[in-house]
């Protein structure tokens, strides 16, 4: 359920079932220019396709011009309270300005913003907040939250429209995962416009990321978001962006670089997984391309578990094995795990994206694996040999199981 409008942020697009953008916050203050324009490299490294920049002051909107001069990605200005500012701010060429048309003092005042948001082409983000609903929504944020939050959208909306102005996205944040999953279910059913989803305040970056994941993941799941920001008590804007991503690539909505899959390891474990795990994550870094990397810390299971991985490695106690995509490559020490990981996808591309087999070592890893595997596991492949094995006897055994009846 993509909105139904899209609009244009600088050059990327929003709703209208263009992929999922993902957007963070500098965390400097504006006006310091090397430090806001050092952070918003970083997150655009890091992947993000929109940077908001707080704009309290003039001396924000001065160095605002300049930002989105050199920014490698769109800038939208958050403007609170004054509409002056949200003026300026278009005119200093945002690529959207951002602004509560609760707190900016009147519809008179709105209505200019838009006047000139229309003149230069540039989209807005209207929205409400949890913490700010207008006055006559009280009693009704009081009674049912979400009712609350959707109403005071809605009117944000029909302002919107009474100016006559169609170009902007809505979002509509609380503090509250619940609150936020029911309040854009029902608005997005409402309104036809694009929808950014965050929950706010989420916290720090280990209960913030989960929040974000369960809030955001459960709405995107479901076809409602057509941008998201994780706000995460940290000074790393990158560290957002990087969590948004994870959360659209689990839901497979986007792709972004390699997947790591790593088992969460248990009695079994005989060798220092955790050590592998993070080197083997900081050196995916270094590539683009989405290929699947698994981890497992044994081969109990054999490696069927991990049989779509392009590429990936098992350990034991002394030795461990390289395989891709359910096949062994080959074994080697487990000290030289992840060097030989990476040597086999580094093989890869200078293939052309083709695995290199050589058969003896294959072959020498595959008898590892069946001296390693544990014979009394129900792997998927035992368990498809098994049922195999069954359908088999039973044709077998009955007379008429398997024989073909045609009409005489
Ligand atoms: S792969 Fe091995 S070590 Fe990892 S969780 Fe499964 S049984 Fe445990």
Wanted: proline share 5%; with cysteine; net charge negative.
């Amino acid at each position: 359920m993509a909105s139904k409008r899209q609009i244009r942020v600088g050059g990327v697009l929003i709703g209208g079932g263009a992929p999922v953008a993902v957007q963070t916050m500098t965390k400097t203050e504006t006006a310091d220019l090397h430090a806001t324009m050092d952070q918003i490299s970083r997150v655009a490294d890091a992947g993000a396709d929109i940077v908001r920049v707080a704009v309290p002051r003039d001396r924000d909107v001065e160095a605002l011009k300049e930002i989105v001069r050199d920014s490698p990605i769109p800038v939208i200005a958050d403007i609170h309270f004054n509409y002056t500012l949200a003026l300026k701010a278009l005119d200093a060429g945002a690529h959207c300005v951002r602004l509560n048309p609760g707190n900016i003092g009147g519809p008179d005042k709105v209505a200019q913003v838009t006047a000139r948001a229309t003149e230069l082409g540039t989209p807005l983000r209207v929205g409400v907040n949890s913490g700010s609903l207008p006055a006559h929504l009280r009693q009704l944020e009081y009674d049912n939250p979400v009712e609350a939050l959707v109403s005071a959208a809605v009117e944000t909306v029909a302002l919107m429209e009474r100016l006559d102005f169609r170009n902007f996205k809505v979002s509509m944040k609380s503090t509250s995962v619940p609150n936020t999953i029911a309040a854009n279910r029902l608005l997005a059913e409402r309104i036809p416009y694009p929808l950014h989803l965050g929950v706010t305040e989420a916290g720090t970056k280990w209960s913030g990321s989960l929040k974000s994941a369960v809030g955001l993941g459960t709405l995107l799941a479901d076809g409602i978001g057509d941008t998201i920001r994780i706000s995460l008590s940290t000074f790393h804007a990158e560290e957002e962006v990087k969590v948004a991503w994870e959360i659209l690539k689990a839901l497979k909505l986007r792709e972004r670089g390699p997947v790591l899959i790593a088992c969460p390891t248990c009695g079994r474990l005989q060798f220092d997984m955790d050590s592998v795990v993070a080197e083997v994550e900081r050196r995916l870094q270094a590539y683009e391309d989405p290929i699947e990397v698994s981890v497992l810390g044994c081969a109990v299971n054999g490696i069927g578990e991990a049989r779509h991985a392009d590429f990936g490695i098992t350990g034991a106690k002394d030795m461990g094995m390289i395989y891709s995509r359910g096949e062994p490559l080959k074994k080697v020490p487990t000290d030289r795990l992840v060097d030989e990981l990476f040597a086999e996808i580094d093989r890869y591309y200078e293939a052309g994206k083709t695995v290199v087999r050589d058969e003896a070592r294959a072959a020498e890893a595959r008898q590892w694996l069946s001296e390693n595997e544990d014979s009394t596991a129900l792997t998927p492949e035992r368990i498809a040999a098994m049922e195999k094995a069954a359908a088999r006897l039973h044709e077998d055994a009955s007379p008429v199981a398997g024989r073909r009846f045609t009409r005489a």
